[in-house]
């Protein structure tokens, strides 16, 4: 079943790789969309593919990187678009 999830992952997440390996987890499980830094300190990521490889990204974003301290992962379900052709860190 493919799934759509729009994230938002708070704690000390910038500045320690978290979007760089969140891609590289992504692409590992062949979930498409992408992951930015946003200005408040946290990082905001839209996830697509089937449910159990985004569930899989989303479990990483709830450890994150070593250097990371993640306190919150805010997970929103959304209805599946298909939009996106690969995985990309955006800034």
Request: one cysteine or more; hydrophobic letters at 35%; aromatic letters at 10%.
């Amino acid at each position: 079943m493919k799934v759509r999830a729009h994230i938002f992952i708070s704690g000390r997440v910038q500045g320690v790789f978290f979007r760089a390996n969140t891609k590289k987890v992504a692409e590992k499980h062949g979930v498409k969309g992408w992951v930015r830094n946003l200005p408040d300190g946290r990082v905001e990521a839209v996830l697509e593919g089937e449910k159990e490889d985004v569930e899989k990204v989303i479990e990483f974003c709830r450890e994150g990187p070593p250097l990371a301290k993640v306190t919150n992962v805010d997970v929103k379900w959304e209805k599946y678009k298909g939009e996106f052709r690969n995985f990309e860190v955006r800034y």
